[in-house]
């Protein structure tokens, strides 16, 4: 039997893996940083065993209320992921599973990979509608890609999508993959129509090496990229300062900046209710964003979510608040539960990738809807 994790955002750490019955792990740290949460692992060699799989320093995890109710996501194939028996308790969070094969992975969420991240920014380049562009490096010296989707003019709406700043939110890039599926199926008349009105620039990963190196919430350098917008430094955050510069050169129009919540069972979309010289025209238009999204997908709510920050008190180290404020735009924040959503749960998968490209999908219908607002 034997554990590991040296690969495309593996993270685990093994204390000991002698005894099935009580496998002692913990999780590394976001290098640079306090920040754990994101694991990710195979077990081998251990078919028709009652494994019970102890993430020792569970509570001390960025957010311990997300292993509250919490089950992992399991997968012999690395393609099909379900959930697992897991149960949180004094500190411990532990997986129970008898595993069917030789190899079986288990995650935080379903992992969204960097060869899928590859073959989703090349596959999306073949189509004559789309221009990539490479708009600068991460600090392990990645690419940072940024696809550019329908003819670009002036008239135009400019719509921003990325995902990502946060890597261990995988379901972000799930997500964006359905709105790229989408956008680029010419059957789809509501794609059509939106390519006619608006240019879109998609980021589906503002974060590849904190997704590789299997980091919750930083980039390689420990920085936490969604505080680092009101004045981002080239050396330690270049995925903000890159992005930041290119919506200065392009212009914003509508902005959706796509995360997981770890704790709360929902779908939902936070603001920028405390933004100074707050707009309430465009917090409007988000807000009618939210209801026509929850119209469409019975996944998306509005009743939970964050507290709104009071007036003029909003943190403008964070995207949304920070482009709402620079652009005089409408800004979101999406997010998505590592859990399940209450409302409209499914026991075997939870939240899924699949769930999460369907949301993608139906938040065009959104935009749709309060197109003329922008
Ligand atoms: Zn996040």
Redesign the pocket.
Known sequence: MKISSNFDSGNINVIDASNPANIRLSINKDNNSDFYQWFHFRLTGAKGQLCALNIENAEGAAYPGGWEDYQACASYDHETWFRVSTVYKDGTLTIQHVPETDSVYYAYFAPYSYDRHQELVSTAATHPRVKLDVIGETCDGRDLDLLTIGEERDEKKKIWIFAR??P??SM?EWMVEGILNRLLDDDDALSRELLNQCVFYVMPNANPDGSIRGHL?TNAKGQNL?RDWADPDPDVSPEVFHLRNKMDEKGLDFSL?C???EALPYNFIACFEGVPNLNQYNLDTAYMFGRELERVNPDFQNEKGYTKSAPGTANLGMSTNHIADRYDAVAM?L?MPFKDTVDSPNQETGWSPERSIKLGHSSLDALYAVLERL
Request: charged share 40%.
């Open positions: 700043q946060h261990g939110e972000a919430r969604n900046d995360h997981g919540d924040t997010e």
